[in-house]
DNA sequence: TTATTTTTGAGTAACGTACATCATTTCCGA
DNA sequence: TCGGAAATGATGTACGTTACTCAAAAATAA
């Protein structure tokens, strides 16, 4: 019932053939199925030296465990969360979309995505909807965190439960999530002000409009942009950031006061939402040239403004990326397994009218 | 032995639980096991309108085949074949380190990857290395091709033969291959041009610096560049390109010959390798202020002219992408199953140096 | 109708792992 | 040196699929 030392026949045990097996461990450690199965699960009752035996037996034989085979076995499926902030936000629709195209994706490979709409800006909300995950029918969360106490508390009390949980688009550093999923927003910034610093030759000022000065992802925009400008083109000058609140006519309103008030200006970052109402503003704006605008996140209106030439770029985080890498890491993290960190890098892409996918 | 009609019982085969299996949609369709695996791979012997009642029963349970299984079942490892052009060229280098790392992250997934060098520019070799895989041992193929008859002929050998094959970086657009990874090289021109011609505010001669008039993607970068700078930027005039064979020192020399010749230049294009001869050239031109500079490639010097803002902007395909696009949309080629689209383009990126991975 | 081919059913052993049970061996302290 | 606890072995079943055999049934040809 055994196979021998059978040579090279089909099946055999072709000792460089097929990738070894637990019985290839088992036998090489000399120990039997049972013991690598305790080891390799760490399940109690195996001593210490034999566990030592066995690891390295794994090591000579190169063995790595075949998860689809384990995950076979375990009828294991991945359940993933993913808490996304409700509202009118451009952006949070992209990645809404992005998880339902994902979960039909993922289905074939046992991984159940679902996602949660919490209400925007709202600490207490978002932990109420961290609390009401139940260990017993989800694995992983991923969520939009906001960097407020009781969010953070929130989620260390998931991570207690035993729920792996990383933050996706905006992070919450010194919660107990295991990784954040995003981009690097002063980064974000500070590329921004690479390309209008070239984009503007001629000495003025930029007009700049954020969402919320609450807003952390905002507020790193902002800083990054408004260094590099600072300290290379010294012939541009920021002006005191409007704050559209992410609304259009607000946006469309302060930015036409800014125009009449300021005759200086000689160029637009917006890195926030309401990127409509930077649009009417210009259509309004009494005669002079056009000015250079570089906005983020590449919605259907940022591209139709990039196509008709009223925006020179966009900043963008890829939203499928995100949810993509969030789902491979959030099942890694579960399955104890290392990512593969090249390919979870999320990077800070620069669209212009030309490259637009 | 066989579980009735057994209600919320652990296992059971709760109606709405577990997803669908092949009993499921065996029972649904009234056949046997066997009839739905010789329907589900397409096996002889099941009569049309069986075929049909199955296909049926699969859709109203909306059942989905559990490749894991399936592929633990045949024991089927994907052998895939990276054909790369040998050389000295720093992105072909990328390309075959992101095959390895790649291929230490796929064993997992019984992914075997191999690549194989091929003198580059080299029509009858790289013909001569399709016809040398042999299909007992491979699956598919990736193969940066060159659009020579030769290679196109061995393609469809290759084809012919059973094994999938894509084109990688460089296609082959009328040859037999299923699909090709990378970017559209006159996006990726039109690109540069909506750059350069932005960093370039006053009017004068922009510099082209291309590898060799016989090289497709070079070509076509060259056509987008062209197209954009004359239609949208006329304050600008390309020089006729200066053809540097993707040679560090020929680009240098002939470059430091057109600044001699030519003082009205005032931005540089390249769209091919050798970039490192620009930087020479640029060190040893007399006086005058900074030029910009758009170069392809995010190689490591490119990477450091850039950082040290030599370069103004680098145009990028990433190559760890196109590997693992390639990897996954063979795979889905093997199975015949369909691939996630969104998740397979390839993007032209814009690297400046503050969004630099 | 009979003979023959084609289609279908039923069953079984894999694939590599998880997990449970029970028997057996080894260890350690009294 | 014994008793009990801890460690290990042996074995079986399951996961969802593939792939095979052999027999039974149904369709088709004669």
Do not use: W
């Not at 995003?182 to 921004?192: C, E, H, L, Q």
């Not at 309103?253 to 200006?265: K, N, V, W």
């Not at 969030?326 to 999320?346: H, K, N, S, W, Y």
């Amino acid at each position: 019932m055994d196979q021998g030392e059978g040579a090279a026949r089909g099946r055999g045990p072709d000792p460089g053939a097929g990738r070894p097996t637990v019985r290839d461990v088992a036998r090489e450690a000399g120990v039997s199925l049972a013991t690598v199965d305790r080891v390799l699960n760490d399940r109690p009752g195996v001593r210490e030296a034999t566990a030592r035996r066995v690891g390295a037996a794994m090591e000579r034989l190169g063995y790595q465990r075949d998860m689809a085979a384990a995950n076979l076995s375990k009828r294991r499926s991945y359940r993933l969360v993913f808490l996304l902030a409700a509202g009118t936000n451009s952006f949070m629709h992209m990645l809404r979309e992005a998880v339902e195209k994902t979960a039909s994706f993922s289905s074939m490979d046992r991984i159940a995505l679902q996602s949660r709409l919490v209400p925007p800006f709202d600490g207490p909300a978002l932990a109420a909807a961290l609390d009401a995950i139940d260990p017993r029918d989800t694995d992983g969360v991923a969520v939009v965190a906001t960097d407020e106490p009781e969010v953070r508390d929130a989620m260390g009390r998931l991570a207690a439960r035993g729920i792996r949980v990383l933050t996706l688009v905006s992070d919450a550093p010194n919660s107990a999530r295991e990784r954040f999923v995003g981009i690097d927003n002063v980064v974000a910034g500070r590329t921004a002000a690479g390309l209008l610093g070239r984009f503007c030759p001629a000495p003025g000022r930029i007009a700049v409009i954020m969402g919320s000065a609450l807003l952390r992802d905002h507020v790193e925009r902002r800083l990054g942009f408004e260094t590099v400008i600072a300290r290379e083109y010294p012939h541009l000058a920021c002006l005191p950031p409007i704050e559209g609140r992410d609304d259009a006519d607000t946006v469309a309103r302060e930015l036409s006061a800014q125009f009449a008030a300021e005759p200086g200006i000689v160029g637009i970052y917006s890195l926030g939402a309401g990127n409509r109402g930077i649009v009417r503003a210009l259509e309004g704006r009494p005669g002079g040239r056009r000015l250079p605008v570089v906005v983020h996140e590449l919605t259907p209106h940022a591209r139709g403004a990039l196509m008709a030439g009223v925006f020179d770029a966009v900043i963008n985080q890829d939203a499928g990326h995100e949810i993509r890498s969030a789902v491979r890491i959030l099942c890694a993290l579960i399955d104890g397994r290392p990512t593969f960190e090249p390919q979870e890098r999320i990077s800070v892409d620069i669209f212009m009218r030309d490259n637009l996918p």
